[in-house]
């Protein structure tokens, strides 16, 4: 053991040490776990560009169309390769690598491998085995930003450390602007610090080091402001005018709620829209661009009641948090660092003034996404824990914070023994139901890809690539350009229409009656049938044209 720490302590503020630790926890993370996409949402970005659906498109909807740019490049270099997955671990990788790095460094004692070690330990599953594409953002931007701190703080910049972290906090912006945004926020607290920090100085000092904080965070806004308009730049033909006033009124509805059916039912039906229809929209079958055309999308957000800031929305979210923290893995990583903080930190009175400044900031952040009704997303809180966790442990004092060896260890068996609920369904070992149901699920979208006559439309829980691909797996070029989907954020997006049109559809729900090219897969056909006869053709019926167990070809005539 004293072998081992003396090593160490004599390697550990080295480069190679943090990239050598975070290599370690990648390839055992890798090795141990079968990593998976949290949502469905990284696939389909991901179709949008990797020739799945026959084109290379770098229009990522939800990230920077620059990145897109890159990975479009990197598809037309080796198309059967997963480089959407594999460029997020390179981007977790690097991340993960400068918070060791900087952490290590910041509070130079023996004590910060073991904190810097738990932290990385613990959020590095979250990216490596549970991958997410805002996660990524949220990670890589709060990594990027620690290392710019860190570069403007040291006695003579750091340019290579000043470049990182430029990069890094850009690269997270390309991916979700909104999670880098709410990052930077967070990460403000160690500029609370560090302006605290400046009142000890004499005034020239002072006027200098304020000066290179302007300079350095004034250039990352100017050109995140930069980006953001060149990316808005390319959405800005008709049908991608079109799919941005669509997408805004979908997630107004299905990720802030839709009104009730039973309190709205007039409503309801003076839009046209029964039961049974109201059903299906909700279950994403939003593809009828006639009957749940954006102008009757609207109608129906316009039925909520606004969210106020009033006595009962107080209630409400003093009822939800803080007990809706523990709800948040991350949070007791974060829980960890308050007892080490506690119990060996080094606090005065900038570190104090930081600490407040960042929970009331943090609880600030959880208030607005509580009036958005987007709150205790996995992928949003990794980030925002992420960036809280290192500004508590950016005020330790240098070189005067102390956690004993054996304690470190401690920790860090207890951090692994205490994560075993949430981690054990992932472990290989337990995963060989998720492999077979995957393979299923890409024998089923084979079957259907071959058939290049026909364009299925896919209703929710039979084919996707989504079910049929994980992180590192190489999708096919073309695998899913006969498919379309009956709902989604995408199906409104001109690649979308393109293969629609290709097939004689302009509303996809109405024209396939009687289109002997185009088939419907399902589980059960009866809602959508209904919904068909009710608005469409009162006499259509469904044909089983090709039966692959448990779901089914229908043609609608």
């Known amino acids: 053991m004293n072998r081992v720490s003396t090593w160490i302590e004599e390697n550990r503020e080295k480069l190679w040490f943090s990239f050598l630790l975070n290599a370690l926890f990648f390839t055992g993370l890798l090795l141990a776990f079968r990593p998976v996409y949290e949502t469905n949402d990284d696939v389909g970005i991901a179709s949008m560009v990797n020739g799945a659906k026959g084109v290379y498109d770098a229009h990522l909807i939800y990230s920077h169309y620059f990145l897109g740019l890159l990975l479009k490049a990197l598809y037309l270099i080796k198309q059967n390769f997963p480089w959407y997955g594999v460029l997020q671990y390179v981007v977790l990788y690097l991340s993960f690598t400068a918070v060791t790095y900087v952490l290590i460094r910041k509070m130079a004692s023996p004590s910060a491998v073991w904190i810097s070690g738990v932290l990385v330990f613990w959020f590095s599953y979250e990216g490596y085995i ?98 953001h308009f060149a990316d808005q730049y390319f959405y800005t033909s008709p049908d991608w005018e079109a799919y941005k006033q669509s997408r805004e009124v979908k997630t107004e509805l299905y990720d ?5 059916y039973k309190e709205n039912e007039s409503a309801y039906n003076e839009l046209g829209i029964d039961e049974n229809a109201y059903r299906l929209l909700r279950g994403w079958v939003n593809m009828d661009t006639e009957k749940f055309s954006v102008e009757t999308l609207e109608k129906i957000a316009s039925m909520k009641t606004p969210r106020r800031f009033s006595r009962q929305f107080a209630k409400d979210f003093f009822e939800t948090f ?14 960890l660092i308050c007892v080490y903080w506690l119990c060996w ?5 900038r570190g104090i003034l930081a600490v407040i400044y960042e929970a ?32 508590v442990l950016w005020t330790f004092t240098e070189g005067k914070a102390y956690f004993p060896n054996r304690a470190g260890l401690a920790l860090l068996l207890t951090v ?34 071959a058939d290049k006559e ?38 409104t997006a001109p690649l979308y229409l393109d293969i629609a049109r290709d097939f004689g559809l302009e509303n996809p729900l109405k024209d396939m009656i009687g289109n002997d090219r185009v088939y419907v897969l399902s589980r059960d056909i009866s809602s959508l049938l209904e919904y068909v006869r009710t608005y469409y053709d009162a006499d259509a019926e469904a044909e089983v044209v090709r039966d692959m167990g448990d779901i089914k070809a229908y043609r609608i005539g």
């Open 256 to 260: 802030r709620g839709f009104p009730s």
């Open 322 to 335: 803080p007990k809706g923290f523990l709800k948040i893995p991350c949070v007791y990583c974060f829980l």
């Open 130 to 227: 549970k991958v997410q594409f805002t996660k990524t953002a949220g990670i890589a931007s709060a990594a990027g930003l620690l290392l710019l701190f860190y570069a403007v703080t040291r006695e003579r910049i750091s340019k290579k450390a000043l470049a990182c972290g430029m990069l890094l906090s850009v690269t997270g912006f390309l991916y979700r602007d909104a999670q880098f945004f709410a990052e930077a926020a967070l990460m403000t607290g160690i500029g609370v610090f560090l302006l605290l920090d400046l009142t000890e100085l004499e005034r020239g000092k002072r006027l200098q080091r304020f000066g290179r904080y302007i300079a350095a965070f004034g250039s990352l806004l100017a050109l995140v402001l930069v980006l």
């Open 360 to 391: 009331l900031l943090a609880g600030g952040i959880y208030l607005y996404m509580f009036y958005q009704n987007r709150y205790l997303l996995n992928r949003v809180d990794v980030g925002i824990w992420l960036a809280v966790s290192m500004v």
């Open 345 to 349: 930190g080094v606090r005065d009175r």
């Open 416 to 449: 692994i023994v205490a994560v075993q609920p949430v981690w054990k369904s992932r472990y290989r070992i337990n995963a060989e139901d998720a492999e077979a149901t995957m393979r299923q699920c890409r024998l089923e979208l084979e079957t259907v890809s």
């Open 454 to 491: 026909h364009l299925y439309l896919i209703t929710t829980g039979t084919v996707s690539t989504s079910s049929s691909y994980n992180v590192l797996d190489p999708i096919p070029f073309g695998i899913s350009q006969n498919t379309l989907p009956l709902g989604g954020w995408a199906v």
